[in-house]
């Protein structure tokens, strides 16, 4: 038993209103139009929102952009600082000589894609996206401001812009990250 249609009469008389005060909207005959027979609430109720921009909201918006972006990256994180739209980290790994500026390419796909990105900063595989300081590592190290950084004049005056933090394919081993050494800890006695 169907109890969430009105009348065909009541259905009539709605049709024949005017599309206020969406404008351009037109009534829609073969959607159904349902009566609420009852409203159910609690005492004290407990307002869940979303408050932007903010940590809360930040994955909602983010992740679509973040899946959608293709290429030779290898990670894409859209930054909470940018809101989850304005700031992407790319991860970018270069195979061969050849792809050098393949990455500001990707940027520029990236761009594209997404018009509401103010700001793309491209790392190499060996930078954590996820972690700022790595990032900002990565900014005061690898990136040389004149020569890996490209700005695009957008309209509004605005401008998008491309940091590439990586290192030239010929001179990742000069870039290579100190590594640890080994340490055998059962050397120095029980720390428990």
């Not at 159904?32 to 909201?57: D, F, S, W, Y």
């Not at 290898?74 to 500026?101: D, I, M, Q, W």
Request: charged share 20%; proline share 8%.
């Amino acid at each position: 038993m169907q109890e969430d249609r009105l009348s065909a009469r009541r259905q009539q008389a709605l049709l024949r209103l005017p599309p206020e005060p969406f404008a351009g909207a037109h009534p829609q005959p073969e959607l159904p139009v349902i009566r609420v027979t009852a409203v159910t609430h609690r005492k004290n109720p407990i307002l869940q929102t979303l408050i932007g921009p903010a940590e809360e909201h930040t994955p909602l918006v983010s992740i679509p952009t973040e899946v959608s972006i293709p290429g030779r990256l290898t990670g894409v994180y859209c930054h909470p600082s940018g809101s989850g739209l304005h700031l992407a980290n790319l991860r970018f790994k270069k195979h061969s000589p050849g792809n050098e500026g393949s990455q500001r390419q990707a940027a520029l796909t990236v761009f594209a894609a997404f018009p509401r990105l103010k700001h793309v900063v491209i790392v190499d595989e060996d930078v954590d996206i996820f972690d700022t300081n790595d990032v900002l590592w990565a900014m005061t190290s690898r990136c040389q401001g004149a020569a890996g950084t490209v700005f695009l004049p957008a309209k509004e005056n605005t401008c998008k812009t491309i940091f590439d933090c990586t290192v030239a394919y010929g001179l990742k081993e000069s870039f290579r990250r100190p590594e640890f050494l080994a340490v055998d800890l059962a050397k120095y006695g029980d720390f428990t």
